[in-house]
């Protein structure tokens, strides 16, 4: 007998994940090692910037009054009394006619009340120059505040701190910076025919590809993902494998056995540990046995053992909840459109997420499928930029249509309700209802 | 005296700097570390894939010939004479009439030569089943090879490793992953006016944010950042610093120091060392005073002090200059097309390099300019994903326009020709020469 499972359709299996986020704590690592991390506080301008009022070219300090009468016809000399350099303070007060040499950079010395740039003025002799036009008050200066306001939150926790952002937190003195703590994930594999990596192929065997692929893609999320290897052979152990991992993650992925075939464990595990299953079909192909269940508040994600399956489960369900745990504001796929740039003949009434390329030309962008995409096929994962979303329905597809995409290697991400609405626009061929 | 400096353009600049291009050598990382990191030979598949005849569902292997006769009207019978879970053989042949059930990426047992899918096929009592339709040869079959013949290349020399390469080096026994070593990058910054990122603020001084964006600015680039402090006062002391600090990096990225001003010691450094200076003038904004020289084949990068042009130089010249040691083909930022967003009024002589925003409105690219684009603001730099190319030329440019962008945070770059040719096609106000 085959257990007849009902799907879901995708948006909804989200939706009931993100039911049980669950959030990172603080810690502090050195301003060197925040490149790539997750803010775990609002980044804020300790200081007003500029911090003083300072020239923003090379030039010469005075008082603008005394230029009111300048003119090409009419040029006025200004004794030279100082040079500032950047980083060094004029100890004395600019007077009538005095001018201070001042570098771009440089606090505008007392007296002072405006900075005329040096390639519009005459040096005529030793310490003396000419200026032949007027300069206004406050002309070229950058005043104390005029970039940024002390107080001003500059990027939200949860921001993905690129090199800017390192920027911003070297200029506001962070040298210990507040991020968010990096979900742990667990990681099993299961499946008899799995070989590890270092083993020689052997009759019947493939080697166990899920599993790194998984790891690099939880680290691509922000994640730390933990290898607990291989399931065992007999139930009990493979029971108490999950029972005991769960209690040292965040999360926990399985990979493979999940569906209903003779050798998966995962569903009677489930039973017997008393974890929720949340749904164990979703109207989607590849993944469509993607199973989630949840146990002392904690998700358990159980991925199909097919590598591109497997893929797909892992960006469409926990990376977002690995972004939801670094606190960030938009932890799902970012969406965008494109025209297809070849036929999909085939209809299907499962949504599809099909692993494609994703290419400019011109300002227009267009999407191609990478590789054949049946799920046991692993060459075509590493081309693959975007998930082409191909809505359920009775249709097929026609090159030059307008599609939706979902991108794969961007950091900036969407907001939840951004992404379901994404779902509510598809042009889906069958009803409201999945069949 | 102000020195007269010939600008010469970004492209040429460019080509330059790529005649000093140095080339990582071959260090073995585990699989599990080579996410992120860059191929140091090609990825060959080590065996055929499938690597045996495989079923590529749940099903029966059979032999085709028993089900010519087999219709709606005329099931046929067949006897079970065993199984096969993934990962393991059978043992015996199948014979006339005979079925043995085969799991979802099981070998295909002697004798059999085709599968029929699990849905097919009626039980008819213990070990018998019924069979009402006919199949072909090979039906249902993966064969060996079919996927991809040992000895391919799957990817290249130089390939940025993602999840899904990282699934094709667990497939092939890659467990060690033979990468290329990182460039090291020297950093030295200089400039009287900087406090490090712990100090407390002073009259006239900022804190040193360049360098801390350089670092993580090489890191997304692929580099390992080193940083050797900054400058002393002396200039003896700072020749021997350079002259020290280079032997010890791959390239040297310097910041500030490179102008025409008091207190820049780069140009005499340049001097003393015997460097031969490629350029030390480039018609574009931010970033004119951008110098590249060249000692004992090493390139010094003297990046300007000014934030952003800082942050331009880094991306336009260190970065494809890192790629290139990483053996990536395609080491330059991709371009690509966009409508602007919004006007951008003053014509500038030289081409710009404005810190921008790239979104996707529908299947449109706009491009928005983020932030006033002084050199001197930091706080603009950390909400840009690319840089709007603006042309030098007496024109301005309107909201609508299309133009050109260079993605930041895209791992895919472009080859230089590429570039170099999205140079040729910009329409520049001017002749062919720079002003």
Redesign the interface.
Known sequence: M?EKRKPIKVEQALKRVFDYARYGSIEYVS??D???RYLGEDLVAT?D?P??NRS?Y?GYAIRACDTVNASRDHPIEFKVIG???????FDGVVGEHEAVRI?????IPDGADCVIM?ELVTEIGQHMIEIKRKVKQGENI?FIGE??KKGTV??PKGTY???????????????QVPVSSKPKIGIIAT????LD??Q??E???????????????V??AGGEPI?FGQFEDDFQTCFEQVKNTLEQVDFLITTGGVSV???DYLPEIYEKLGADVLFNKIAMRPGSVTTVAVKDEKLLFGLSGN?SAC?VGCELFVKPIIRKFLHNRNPVL?R????LGQDFPKANPFDRFV?SYLN?D????YVYPVGLD?S????S?????VLLVLPGGTRGFKKGM?VDVLLL????GAPLDTFLAGFKNLNRGDSDEVI
Chains 1, 2 share one sequence.
Request: aromatic share 10%; hydrophobic share 35%; glycine share 10%.
């Open positions: 085959i301003i060197e925040s490149y790539g200081h910037v911090f003083f923003p090379d040079e500032i350099g950047a980083g060094s303070v570098m771009t950079g440089a606090q040096l950058s970039d940024t500059l990027a701190v690129n090199p800017g952002d390192v920027a911003l937190l070297a200029t506001f003195g962070y040298k499946g008899s025919e799995l990596v270092d020689p192929l009759p019947g065997k493939i080697r166990n590809s899920n599993t790194y692929m998984i790891m690099a893609q680290k691509r290898y075939g003779d050798y590598p893929y970012k965008a459109q494109a025209v692993r400019f011109g300002s227009q962008l049946k046991n096929i692993v060459s994962l590493a081309g693959a930029n307008k290697e961007d950091q900036e």
